[in-house]
Nanobody, 117 residues
Framework: QVQVVESGGGSVQAGGSLRLSCAVI????????INWYRQAPGKQREMVAG???????KYGDSVKGRFTISLDNAKSTVYLKMNGLKPEDTAVYYC???????????WGQGTQVTVSS
């Protein structure tokens, strides 16, 4: 049984920082990528950052230069360090583990990030 558990959300003022954690429990096989998404009320889900099985990293345009994704293999945890937070970063942040053979995405329950001006 694979579980994805996010933590680290909270409320901060603009310009502040938070670090989100995504713990992957159950050792899924054939992980293709682990991605962070976010969804604000009334808006579409947006890809924030991701790390591939080959170590490749990608960021959404709106967070480049401010957010950093990193992977701790020993802890089976992916981190999202968010600096220079803006009110428009307010959203529920979700972690997703994409696997293949068969193709399946595992999602966490999300963690709320609120940035006040």
């Amino acid at each position: 049984q694979v579980q994805v558990v996010e933590s680290g959300g909270g409320s901060v003022q603009a310009g502040g920082s938070l670090r989100l954690s995504c713990a992957v429990i159950g050792s899924p096989s054939n992980i293709d990528a682990i991605n962070w998404y976010r969804q604000a009320p009334g808006k579409q889900r947006e890809m924030v950052a991701g790390v591939g099985s080959n170590g490749g990293i990608k960021y959404g345009d709106s967070v480049k230069g401010r957010f950093t994704i990193s992977l701790d293999n020993a802890k089976s945890t992916v981190y999202l360090k968010m600096n220079g937070l803006k009110p428009e970063d307010t959203a529920v942040y979700y972690c997703s583990v994409a696997t293949s053979g068969p193709t399946k995405d595992y999602w966490g329950q999300g963690t709320q990030v609120t940035v006040s001006s």
